[in-house]
């Protein structure tokens, strides 16, 4: 997606609300997730994703996008990235989540808001209060996506 002054602000409120979908998805074994992406096991990564987004968010809100992609050199750490779809009410946010050793991220691909404002802070405003609404547990910009406890 091409950045704008909002995407950054954007990124962390979705970054805030999924960040325990991605500790979940931590939990798994590194290994397994690489193979489910190396031998197009797409329904099977699916259906991890959706456990681990069904704990905290409502149905259907977090889902497995097209795939993803993994990075895997012999000098270096191992990094997942998972093609996301979220659909809170009003809006869709096609994102690609990064898990990695220690940390993860999220990048924004495309948001589609179902009845856009002229002002995109209000936009922004709206995206974060219909994640807020989909989710079971409210979540705080002081949340972030950490590695889960051992």
Known sequence: MKQCPFSSEREKIIADAICTVASELRLIDVADLISMLRFERHGDLSDLVASAA???FLPGTVKLGIGGDYYLDWGGQPRV???LEIRPKGVTIYARLT???DCG???INHIAFDAPSTDPQT???FLAESLRAAA???FTPAM???RPAA
């Open 54 to 56: 069904e704990m905290f």
């Open 81 to 83: 990235v998972l093609d």
């Open 99 to 101: 898990l990695e050793h």
């Open 105 to 107: 991220g999220v990048e």
């Open 123 to 125: 936009n922004t405003e």
């Open 136 to 138: 079971f547990r409210p």
């Open 144 to 146: 972030r996506i950490a």
